[in-house]
């Protein structure tokens, strides 16, 4: 192997290395205290928000806090970590209606702050989606199971 042949294959693999290590947030695996703060937009009169609070295992496999309904079959689709930066798109859904949205959230080690802007379409009246948007807090409580 020739020393130009070497050196390209040494920058290859220092090149891959770093985007590996960067697709990676500053983010604990863990139990994590998750609030959301619902918001109805785009109505007529002003909805007062929503606010809900769980706690989920979430892990390198599993960046997106989950924020289904009981009775709702959710996927998450499209993810994407860029830096901190985790990006999503969600569908849900139910015998009646379709949930679409887009989330992103910014981790900092043992917290995050994020928004998942979304559409609800009722399959029994179609017309005018309802659109709301999530606010979403984190913070991690300890390990998963304790």
């Not at 619902?38 to 007529?44: A, H, L, R, Y």
């Given at each position: 192997m020739s020393?130009?042949?070497?050196?390209?294959?040494?920058?290859l693999l220092v090149v891959c290395a770093a985007t590996a290590y960067a697709a990676a947030p500053d983010f604990?695996?863990?139990?994590w205290s998750v609030s959301y703060?619902?918001?109805?937009?785009?109505?007529?009169f002003q909805m007062p928000p929503i606010t809900t609070k769980r706690t989920m295992c979430l892990d390198k496999n599993n960046y997106v806090p989950d924020n289904s309904q009981p009775g709702q079959d959710c996927k998450i689709s499209d993810q994407k970590v860029n830096g901190n930066v985790?990006?999503?798109v969600m569908t849900c859904r139910t015998q009646e209606r379709i949930i679409e949205g887009q989330g992103k959230i910014t981790y900092e080690g043992t917290r995050y702050d994020g928004v998942m802007n979304a559409k609800l379409i009722s399959t029994d009246t179609p017309g005018t989606p309802v659109s709301y948007k999530y606010i979403m807090q984190g913070?991690?409580?300890?390990?998963c199971g304790k």
């Open positions: 020393l130009r042949t070497m050196n390209f294959l040494t920058i604990k695996e863990g139990e703060q619902m918001e109805v937009t785009g109505m007529p985790v990006t999503w913070q991690r409580l300890g390990a």
